[in-house]
């Protein structure tokens, strides 16, 4: 089992910035990939940013140049730094990881936190 706490969000004025953390506990030795996904008010959960453990790192094109996860193998930490923060990146953001027990790889959630991006 992998629990995963966020914190960082926030209101902010567009063109702020935000960090966001997310650490993770239990049995993280099995955790490969850790992720940053977003939802908005009546719309799906999309992909936001990952990082491999291995530091690899992919961004869904809207966040690209903006935003940059980073992650802290030893502390278990992932973070995502938002820069320039458009009102439309307002949203639930969620901490994902993947842990990978023999031949099966399951999914973990954090329970979100709310960033908003309003003047």
């Known amino acids: 089992q992998v629990q995963l706490l966020e914190s960082g969000g926030g209101l902010v004025q567009p063109g702020g910035s935000l960090r966001l953390s997310c650490a993770a506990s239990g049995s993280i030795f099995s955790i490969t990939t850790m992720g940053w996904y977003r939802q908005a008010p009546g719309k799906e959960r999309e992909l936001v940013a990952t990082i491999t453990r291995g530091f690899r790192t992919y961004y869904v094109d809207s966040v690209k140049g903006r935003f940059t996860i980073s992650r802290d193998n030893a502390k278990n930490t992932v973070y995502l730094q938002m820069d320039s923060l458009k009102p439309e990146d307002t949203a639930d953001y969620y901490c994902?990881?993947?842990?990978?027990?023999?031949?099966?790889?399951?999914?973990?959630w954090g329970q979100g936190t709310q960033v908003t991006v309003s003047s």
């Open positions: 994902n990881a993947l842990a990978v027990n023999g031949i099966t790889t399951r999914a973990y």
